[in-house]
């Protein structure tokens, strides 16, 4: 039980420090509001037009195939820091993964998906 | 970490060839040209008669693989034929229609067979991480099935009607797996049973958080089998999505519902067997009833075929109500498998005649367009006739042999009650059938079917088989019986 302890702790004191930061923040802070300090941040320039602005619809495409690679990357990540000890049968089995997603690949390539429109 | 043998690989060698032929038809695809879609097709079908063929001739087979991740058994072999046809039947449906209604792309033959991978896995499925992998495998490509007619408002509601619930009800599978594992510290369907008998001997189980794991995971299957109160999506996305995808998701995706949820259900629960009696014998109530119940007030054909297609779920659970008393468990599963073979026929036989009336632009599909397809085409209106009695259960057909099982199996387990409301069901059944069948026969319309060679074949054998295999039910009874036995 004494490791939930700690567990329990941890959540308290993961809590505890935004809020305190928050919390001392808006009751020592000054408050002068000027148009600029009210608007949303967005990344430190000035946020320019409306939220709801129309995305490409193609840049789905794009992420989507990022998201293949992306992923591919956290699965081989493990596979190759155990490789010595899991041997032939491992290498296989990763030379079949990637091929699985280069034919995903070649499909998206061949469907024109990697042309900028 | 164990190599794996060559004896690993055999256990689910019917599914590798699909999945290595869907991958290898993904990229021939692409260098198909666009007006003779029609190669991908046969490609696709030759791929499912192969897998087809190695299937059968494992008949009798027995091997454990993958560290004991996938199990090949009589059920397993049984279930895969179920599949293929499936397969085969959704490829023939498909053929003409997606180019009639100008949606015709390969994809959609490659999705399919991916969709068959995942339930081929699933009925071979022997831990609770590979169920979860192939119904995966099997939804994601049945969720841009229901969307495919990409231009179709109602395919789009479709899809992603199908996405947002089928996810949800992912996630109760996946929840129910993770108690079950906190329960019993492991997720292979023969271990939790051991590791339940165990706990319960020494009273150290943790019960409860298995008994609601347990009941998630029925939960999340409820879902994909349509078992009400799960059943909300099934009407919208049925008659959303393209027919021809609704006569494969119809069929394939609860045939591999059911086949899992028999599999996980008799193999690792049988230990709440009396806390799960009375949910299933609920469920199993009250999808029939409100199945038949609502179907009578559709007049659109696809949507009274999906109430339809929750009514039969109904039945189908019947068959577990009694998973867990040895005695009468293998026969009424036995039953719970014929009947599933027997609805897969009978279920495709009638989408095939939808799919043969429907018009572009979702016309031909009011139950009261079907005015006078008799006198246009005597045979088309013959098979939907036999088909339509097929499902109210009555002679000569495969549903009439399916509901006789069903129903002694359930009275044998005691379940006379159950088996009451089952007949009184079929009995409302057929009202709403029979409109069909009358409108076909007895009134005056200008209904031209379609007539496509493979569309015609799928259901000229289905009606063909669906009458004379009632003439032999024994011997596909034995079938599923074996196939059930070990």
Redesign the interface.
């Known amino acids: 039980m004494n490791e939930w302890l700690y567990v329990a702790l941890f959540v308290f004191v993961g809590l505890l420090i935004p809020v305190g930061a928050i919390a001392a923040g808006f009751i020592f802070g000054p408050k002068k509001a000027n148009p600029i300090k009210k608007s949303t941040y967005e990344c430190g320039i000035e946020p320019v037009g409306e939220v709801w602005v129309q995305f490409k619809a193609q840049y789905y495409i794009f992420a989507l195939v990022f998201l293949v690679f992306d992923v591919e990357a956290v699965f081989l990540f493990p596979w190759a820091v155990k490789l010595g000890q899991l041997g032939l049968y491992a290498v296989v089995e990763g030379i079949l993964f990637i091929t699985i997603l280069i034919v995903g690949l070649v499909y998206t390539w061949r469907k024109g998906m990697l042309e900028w429109v | 970490?164990t190599?794996?043998t060559i004896n690993d690989f055999h256990t689910i060698l019917p599914m590798i060839v699909l999945s290595v032929w869907a991958?290898l038809l993904?990229?021939v695809d692409?260098f198909i040209p666009k007006d003779r879609k029609g190669i991908t097709a046969l490609l696709a079908a030759l791929g499912l008669i192969l897998s087809l063929g190695f299937n059968l001739t494992r008949i009798g087979m027995e091997s454990v693989g993958f560290s004991g991740m996938v199990v090949l058994d009589g059920f397993a072999t049984f279930a895969n034929v179920l599949l293929l046809l499936s397969g085969l039947f959704g490829v023939a449906l498909a053929y003409g229609y997606v180019r009639r209604m100008g949606i015709e792309r390969g994809e959609y033959y490659t999705l399919l067979l991916f969709s068959v991978c995942g339930m081929m896995l699933m009925a071979q499925a022997a831990d609770l991480i590979i169920v979860f992998l192939a119904l995966e495998l099997l939804s994601i490509p049945l969720y841009v099935l229901a969307a495919f007619a990409r231009g179709d408002m109602q395919s789009q509601e479709a899809g992603v009607k199908y996405f947002l619930l089928g996810a949800f009800a992912t996630g109760f599978v996946v929840y129910g797996t993770a108690l079950v594992f906190g329960a019993t510290g492991t997720t292979s369907l023969g271990g939790i049973f051991a590791a339940a008998s165990a706990g319960a001997s020494t009273g150290s189980g943790n019960g409860l958080m298995f008994t609601i794991g347990a009941a998630l995971i029925l939960v999340g299957f409820g879902f994909k089998v349509a078992a009400v109160p799960f059943h909300m999506w099934t009407p919208d996305v049925y008659q959303g999505a393209p027919s021809a995808a609704t006569a494969f998701m119809s069929s394939g995706a609860k045939v591999a519902g059911f086949v899992a949820l028999l599999r996980v259900f008799s193999t690792s629960f049988p230990a709440l067997a009396s806390d799960m009696n009375g949910i299933l014998w609920t469920l199993s109530a009250l999808t029939m009833i409100v199945g038949n119940l609502i179907a009578i007030a559709q007049t659109n054909i696809k949507r009274m075929l999906a109430y339809s297609s929750i009514a039969h779920a109904g039945y189908i659970l019947m068959a577990f109500v009694s998973y867990g008393n040895p005695q009468v468990a293998s026969v009424s599963i036995a039953s719970g498998m014929f009947y599933l073979m027997a609805y897969t026929l009978t279920n495709f036989g009638a989408w095939s005649v939808v799919v043969a009336l429907e018009k572009a632009e979702g016309k031909g599909l009011e139950i009261a367009d079907y005015a006078g397809v008799a006198r246009k085409h005597p045979a088309l209106a013959a098979a939907m006739a036999v088909f339509m009695l097929s499902f109210i259960g009555f002679p000569p057909t495969l549903g009439m042999v399916g509901k006789f099982y069903l129903f002694r199996a359930a009275i044998a387990g005691g379940y006379t009650g159950l088996a009451l409301i089952g007949v009184l069901t079929s009995l409302v059944s057929a009202y709403y059938y029979l409109r069909v069948v009358v409108n076909m026969y007895m009134r005056e319309g200008e209904l031209v079917p379609e007539r496509e060679p493979w569309l015609g074949f799928a259901t000229a054998l289905t009606a063909a088989a669906t009458v004379a295999l009632s003439l032999v039910p024994q011997w596909v009874f034995l079938l599923a019986s074996t196939a059930v036995m070990k």
């Open positions: 970490m190599q794996p991958c993904l990229l692409l």
